[in-house]
């Protein structure tokens, strides 16, 4: 039963364009909202992040955007730069319990 | 300094083997837990401890065994592995509601 999904397992995008993640979620007790970054062989970092009170959340070249209706959440990157080339976990939570996380999109920035 | 640190990095090990993984966190979270990573590349959860308690144990078959001697650690035992235990194991570490911070990874290998 995947609470959390990520339905693209990839994403090419060009240099300077916009890259846009998508995220499902089913389990409407959710609270807060991640995306993490993944580079082969380390760890997941995190990137952003959204309370469910909120619909959108900006930090610089990211921005996430809620859509508690739908279920929906979406991280945009712009401009996309070669170097965010990774793999992009959504997770979710509910106030403060385990981090959900999806399957994971593979984002390819060619330059 | 790293935040979340875990050893080893790499373990490869035959089948019946009793191995441990280690953690150690620096940033003074109360909440720690193991992931595993398998080959379908899902983050799964496998335990939560806060404040060296058992939080959340998700079905993980008992020759998986958990240890936090004190809030900074906690480590991971693994008795008589499988074949299928091989998946790159993450630690966690969290205060409250927010984002989570994982280690490296250990990459475990059964042969």
């Known amino acids: 039963d995947q609470q959390v999904k990520q339905n693209s397992p990839s994403l090419s995008v060009q240099e300077g364009r916009i890259s846009i993640l998508n995220c499902d979620y089913t389990?409407?007790?959710?609270?807060?909202f991640l995306w993490y970054k993944k580079y082969p062989a380390e760890g997941p970092t995190f990137l952003i992040s959204i309370s469910s009170i909120k619909d959108k959340n900006e930090d610089g070249r990211f921005t996430v955007f809620l859509n508690k209706s739908a279920k929906h959440l979406s991280l945009h990157i712009v401009p996309s730069q070669p170097g965010d080339s990774a793999v992009y976990f959504c997770?979710?939570?509910?106030?403060?319990?385990?981090?959900?996380f999806g399957a994971g999109t593979i984002l390819r920035v060619k330059s | 300094d790293t935040a979340v640190s875990q050893t080893p990095k790499y373990l490869v090990t035959q089948m019946g083997n009793d191995k441990s993984i280690k953690c150690e966190q620096n940033?003074?979270?109360?909440?720690m837990y193991w992931y595993k990573q398998d080959s379908k590349k899902f983050l799964k959860i496998m335990f939560s401890?806060?404040?060296?308690?058992?939080?959340i144990n998700e079905t993980v078959p008992n020759r998986f065994s958990p240890k936090s001697p004190d809030k900074a650690h906690l480590n991971l035992h693994i008795n008589s592995l499988e074949l299928g235990d091989s998946a790159v194991y993450f630690c966690?570490?969290?205060?409250?509601?927010?984002?989570?911070?994982f280690g490296q990874g250990t990459r475990l290998t059964v042969v």
């Open positions: 966690a570490s969290r205060a409250g509601p927010a984002e989570a911070f």
């Open positions: 997770a979710a939570s509910v106030y403060g319990n385990k981090l959900v």
């Open positions: 401890y806060n404040n060296k308690e058992l939080i």
């Open positions: 940033l003074g979270h109360d909440t």
């Open positions: 389990n409407s007790m959710f609270d807060y």
